[in-house]
C-alpha cells in the first residue's frame, strides 16, 4: 500500500511530499471536527467574556450530561454557586434569574465539548473498523484524542484556579487551556487539507516562525484576557497619551510584570501584534498568491477587530470576532506555511 516515499509527519503516513492515504471522507469528517473546535474555543471566549466559567463549581464528565430539571435542582446549583469567591466578591445579590444565564453559557460549553468527543470517537472507531485508516494515521488520530481528553482536564483545572480565594480564573491556566485547543485545531486542519487535496508540500522555512508568533501572540491575548488587561488603557495607538506607562514594572521582581501585570500584558500584547504584523506582511511579499491574499486580508481584519475591541472597551460580540480572527490568522499562516501561496484544487 505504501511506497518508499513515506515520510512520518505528527505521526501519520506522508506519500509524494505531502499527501496523507485515507480515503476523502476521513479528511471531511476531520475538517468537520475541526469546525467544532473553532465553535468550541469561540463559546469559551464568550463564556470568559461573560463571567460564566465559574457558574458551575463541580466537575462531572459523566453525571453532569444534563442541566438542573426543576426549580429545586436549580436552587441546589445556586446555592453551591454561592458559597465560592465569585460570588461573595462580585456577584453577592445576584438574582436566580441572572444566575442561570450564565450557568448556561458555562453549560453549553462544557456540552459542547462533550459533542465534540463523540463527533471525534465514534468516527475514529468506524473508520478502524472498516480498515479506513492507515497504521501510523490512527496512532496519530488516537494521540490526537488523547489531546482532547487532555484539554478537558485543563479546562477543569483551570476553572479550579477560581475557586480557591480568587474570583477569577489564573491567566497561565487560560492561557494553556487556549493554546492546546488551537494547537489541536492545527492538527486537524493540517491532516485534514492534506487528505482531501493532496499536493506537494510547500518548502516551510521560516514560515514556520512566523506561524510560532502568530501562536505566541494568541497566548498573549489568553494573558490578556485573564487579567482583564483589555478594560485598562483603551486609546490607540497611545496608551492614554503616553507610550510607556508608568506602570509598566510597578511589581517586584520586574519579570512578574510580563505575566501578572495588566499594563505591561497590554503593552506586550500591542508589541506582539505590531511584530506578527510584519512577519505577516514579509510572509506575504515572499509567498505571494492566493493563498497569502487570504492571509494578508485574515491579518487586516484582525487587526482592525483588535483595535475597536481595545477602543470600546471589550463588548463580548468584539471579543469573540477578535479570537476568531486571531483563530482565522493562525489557519492562513499555517495553510501557507504547509502550501505555499496556493489554494485548494
Not at 169 to 195: K, M, P
Not at 306 to 331: E, K, N
Amino acid at each position: 500500500m505504501l511506497k518508499q516515499d513515506v515520510e512520518i509527519v505528527f505521526g501519520c503516513e506522508r506519500i509524494a511530499g505531502g499527501a496523507i492515504q485515507a480515503p476523502r471522507a476521513v479528511g471531511v469528517w476531520l475538517l468537520l471536527v475541526a469546525v467544532l473546535v473553532v465553535a468550541m474555543t469561540l463559546l469559551g471566549g464568550a463564556t470568559r467574556l461573560t463571567q460564566s466559567g465559574l457558574s458551575i463549581v463541580e466537575w462531572k464528565p459523566v453525571t453532569g450530561l444534563l442541566p438542573p430539571m426543576s426549580d429545586a435542582a436549580w436552587q441546589r446549583a445556586f446555592e453551591q454557586y454561592q458559597r465560592f469567591p465569585e460570588y461573595q466578591k462580585l456577584n453577592r445579590g445576584m438574582s436566580l434569574a441572572e444566575f442561570k444565564a450564565i450557568y448556561r453559557f458555562e453549560y453549553a460549553h462544557r456540552l459542547l465539548g462533550r459533542a465534540i468527543g463523540a463527533a471525534f470517537l465514534l468516527p475514529f472507531l468506524w473508520f478502524l473498523w472498516r480498515r479506513r485508516l492507515p497504521r501510523s494515521l490512527a496512532w496519530g488520530l488516537a494521540g490526537i484524542f488523547l489531546f482532547g481528553g487532555l484539554q478537558g482536564l485543563v479546562g477543569w483545572w483551570m476553572v479550579q484556579s477560581g475557586l480557591v480565594d480568587r474570583p477569577d480564573v489564573s491567566q497561565y491556566r487560560l492561557a494553556i487551556h487556549l493554546g492546546l485547543a488551537v494547537a489541536i485545531l492545527g492538527l486537524l486542519a493540517r491532516l485534514g487539507w492534506r487528505i482531501l487535496w493532496p499536493a506537494p508540500a510547500a518548502r516551510g522555512g521560516w514560515a514556520w516562525a512566523v506561524l510560532a508568533l502568530v501562536y505566541l501572540q494568541l497566548l498573549s491575548g489568553a494573558l490578556v484576557a485573564g487579567l482583564d488587561g483589555g478594560l485598562h488603557y483603551n486609546t490607540f495607538p497611545d496608551m492614554n497619551g503616553m507610550w510607556l506607562p508608568p506602570e509598566l514594572w510597578a511589581q517586584q521582581p520586574a519579570w512578574v510584570n510580563l505575566f501578572e501585570n495588566p499594563t505591561t500584558v497590554q503593552f506586550d500584547h500591542r508589541v506582539g501584534a505590531y511584530a506578527t504584523s510584519l512577519a505577516v506582511l514579509a510572509l506575504w511579499w515572499h509567498r505571494r498568491g492566493p493563498a497569502g491574499t487570504v492571509m494578508l486580508l485574515a491579518l487586516a481584519v484582525q487587526v482592525g477587530l483588535g483595535i475597536a475591541t481595545l477602543l470600546l472597551q471589550v463588548p463580548v460580540a468584539l471579543g469573540v470576532l477578535h479570537q476568531a480572527g486571531a483563530l482565522a490568522l493562525f489557519l492562513a499562516v499555517l495553510w501557507v506555511a504547509d502550501r505555499g501561496g496556493s489554494t485548494p484544487a
